[in-house]
T-cell receptor
């Protein structure tokens, strides 16, 4: 079945530091890949997505590239801010294999807690 | 526009009681999902509804869990004879399922269930 593995946290950084959160996946076919973010006291929000190999998703200074050869979708940001402190979830949905169908069920990684200090 | 709403936001119940959790998806969204977020298990898929198709119940952890979706809109997740291990945040999400690859899901704020 599908699975997502994220780097273990928590991650603690100083403001303006470079951020990488690693994510690798196992899936059949051609899944779509997502990063969701959960800010303190808030619900899950889509941060960015990529739907095919070599696509780069980007939003709010965050980027992630869909690497089929390494089955990875690492999240990066060049300069983090205190307001980026949150829990980040890597996720995949569906597969479109030969004869397969997809309905968008999300499989999540375990989440990475990011804390950014001033 | 209005997002996904869930009620109640918090629910405390005694072990053995039944509970109902409600989800109102974004108007026009045809797909509806329930997930559970708990400390030990992370985010888990529970059940999926799409239009008039039979729901995918493959994520329901036991037969004490059931869900229905009336009129293709509001959904209710019911947990019978609650157990302490049912304590978690129950999340609902909806999606327009436009037919593209990227099934972006919009999440509600969740219902925090505590079984005492």
């Amino acid at each position: 079945g599908n699975s997502v593995t994220q780097m273990e946290g928590p991650v603690t950084l100083s403001e303006e530091a470079f951020l990488t959160i690693n994510c690798t996946y196992t899936a059949t076919g051609y899944p779509s890949l997502f990063w969701y973010v959960q800010y303190p006291g808030e619900g899950l929000q889509l941060l960015l997505k990529a739907t095919k190999a070599d696509d780069k998703g980007s939003n709010k200074g965050f980027e992630a590239t869909y690497r089929k050869e390494t089955t990875s979708f690492h999240l990066e940001k060049g300069s983090v801010q205190v307001s980026d402190s949150a829990v980040y979830f890597c996720a995949l949905s569906g597969t479109f294999g030969a004869g397969g169908t997809s309905y968008g069920k999300l499989t999540f990684g375990q989440g990475t807690i990011l804390t950014v200090h001033p | 526009g209005a997002g996904v709403s869930q009620s109640p936001s918090n629910k405390v119940t005694e072990k053995g009681k039944d509970v109902e959790l409600r989800c109102d998806p974004i108007s026009g969204h045809t797909a509806l999902y329930w997930y559970r977020q708990s400390l030990g298990q992370g985010l888990e898929f529970l059940i999926y509804f799409q239009g008039n198709s039979a729901p995918d119940k493959s994520g329901l952890p036991s037969d004490r869990f059931s869900a229905e979706r009336t009129g293709g809109s509001v959904s209710t997740l019911t947990i019978q004879r609650t157990q302490q291990e049912d304590s978690a945040v129950y999340l609902c999400a909806s999606s327009p399922l436009t037919g593209g690859f990227a099934y972006e899901q919009y999440f509600g704020p969740g219902t925090r269930l505590t079984v005492t």
